[in-house]
């Protein structure tokens, strides 16, 4: 499914290729939350990162966000790169060197109307905090870090794959 994107404000047009673009995934950790900010959860689509096509490139900031977790001594650079609007600071994707073939929109920059999941994964809810509700339904699954579940591996487990 082709998937196009914005930033609030206009500088940033994107366009990507997505075999899974249902937003399914809730996740709930500070990162998140605080580059997101909306309802307390941000929400990743999968994509085909050899078909991203952006407009507007001069006006993309990337972060590398502080990894802190309770068991670690000290923080650490995630090596996600976060692609932000220098003009208006909409997130718009996520992309991993460590997975270079994929690239992961947020759902919220995204344009196109996307389809509705039949169910939703809650994750990282060890990191949520006690103001933010959980609006699980009662096939949706809960996780307080990541699922072993990738989203490629969920979309064929609701048979929503392209040879499904």
Not at 107 to 128: Q, V
């Amino acid at each position: 499914m082709r998937l196009d994107g914005s930033c609030q404000c206009g500088a940033v047009t994107f366009r990507v290729e997505s075999p899974h673009p249902y937003p399914y995934q809730r996740c709930y950790c500070s990162i998140c939350r605080k580059t997101q900010g909306g309802g307390g959860y941000a929400i990743n689509l999968g994509a085909d990162n050899a078909t991203l096509k952006i407009t507007g490139k001069q006006h993309i900031t990337i972060y590398h966000a502080k990894v802190k977790n309770p068991e670690d001594a000290r923080a650490h650079r995630s090596p996600g790169e976060r692609h932000f609007c220098s003009q208006c600071g909409s997130a718009l994707w996520l992309y991993d060197t460590r997975w270079p073939e994929l690239v992961h929109p947020f759902a919220s920059a995204i344009d196109t109307p996307l389809p509705a999941a039949p169910d939703t994964t809650h994750i990282m809810l060890e990191f949520k905090p006690p103001w933010v509700a959980v609006e699980a339904g009662p096939k949706d699954r809960r996780h307080d870090r990541y699922p072993e579940e990738s989203i490629a591996e969920w979309h064929a487990r609701h048979g929503l794959t392209k040879d499904a």
